[in-house]
């Protein structure tokens, strides 16, 4: 069973997206992942190879809401996630700046972008901790 990242953090998740991972024929993953997926995240436009990547993960809603407490079973191809900023000083300095509804992003596994998201709302951003 997952342990949501809202009891160790002791603190909201930062927004919401919706997501779509890549086919592998169009150079996503083989196999879908599962809850407690660890990827990257990467804003739409940006050149990784000078801004680089984000820890910004993902936790997997169904098609309820609900999140997915199950980690025996792939997360669905498309659907909602909550994502988790892991370092508040980068919410400050980085993503209160750049994150707001309509924002484009890929989970990305290195330099590789596995999937695309869009912001579809903010819940903690703006007042969860910068440190």
Sequence with gaps: ???????SRQHPHDFIVKYRFYTPEEGGRKQLPIQGYRC????EGDDITTTGIYAIHPEFE?????L?????????????????I?????????????IHVGTRGYFM???RRVGEVEVTS??????????
Excluded: C
Aim: aromatic share 10%.
């Design 68 to 84: 997915i407490m199950d980690t025996r079973h792939p997360v669905h191809r498309e659907g909602q996630a909550r994502m988790w």
């Design 1 to 7: 069973m997952w342990s949501p990242y809202e009891h």
């Design 40 to 43: 990257d995240f990467s804003y």
């Design 62 to 66: 169904d098609e309820e809401g609900q």
């Design 109 to 111: 596994e290195g330099p």
């Design 86 to 98: 892991l370092f508040g000083e980068m919410r400050g300095k980085v993503h209160r700046h750049r």
């Design 122 to 131: 903010l819940v903690g951003l703006l007042t969860n901790p910068l440190d």
